[in-house]
């Protein structure tokens, strides 16, 4: 009988595997600083910083457009202007990735379409080709008025599957915001 439950016991001590929870690891890679992601939406152009807080109804509005909820109402856009005049405007966001937040800009033109869209942060060991050129170049000229989602007008690549859906919204989110609470 002893024998028998010592048996009993190593099997589940090496056999049956025992499922932990998945602890992701933290692997932050930057790839543009601040200025670095200001400079290349703005090339040239005179930057303004102005922060921005949304009301409740504003909330409201804005969540209802992204059939989604916000948690934050407060934003930093940066405005670029030429001869005193607004040419484009950008948001610096954080969308959550499949554990922790991908930080990218969002440059967009006065016509209020997608002009530049790069990241800045990535926060893990996989997925982080959506910093690829050939991924971000979908979201040029995109209005708020496209769908901006994965599957219908944005392909998102192998292997970074939720990071490709973190970025479209995230775009889109930088397109209503800039919408809802700079150009209204």
């Not at 109402?73 to 040419?87: A, L, M, P, Q, R």
Request: glycine share 4%; proline share 2%; hydrophobic share 40%.
């Amino acid at each position: 009988m002893k024998k028998y439950l010592i048996l009993l016991a190593l099997i589940f001590l090496f056999i049956v595997p025992v499922k932990a929870e998945e602890q992701p690891e933290y692997y932050e890679q930057i790839y543009l600083s601040e200025k670095e992601a200001l400079d290349l939406v703005f090339a040239g152009l005179e930057i303004e910083k102005k922060e921005v807080e949304a009301d409740k109804q504003k909330l409201k509005t804005i969540q209802k457009r992204l059939k989604r909820k916000i948690s934050e109402n407060k934003y930093t856009f940066y405005i670029g202007k030429k001869e005193g005049k607004e040419k484009k405007y950008a948001l610096i966001l954080e969308e959550k990735g499949k554990h922790f937040p991908i930080t990218f800009i969002v440059g967009i033109n006065e016509d209020l379409q997608v002009d530049k869209v790069a990241v800045m942060i990535y926060r893990e060991k996989r997925g982080d080709a959506v910093k690829r050129k050939r991924f971000l170049k979908q979201f040029e000229a995109k209005s708020s008025q496209d769908p901006l989602e994965v599957n219908q007008d944005i392909i998102h690549l192998t292997g970074s599957t939720i990071s490709s859906w973190s970025m479209a919204a995230g775009v889109k989110k930088a397109l209503v915001l800039t919408e809802e609470l700079i150009k209204r």
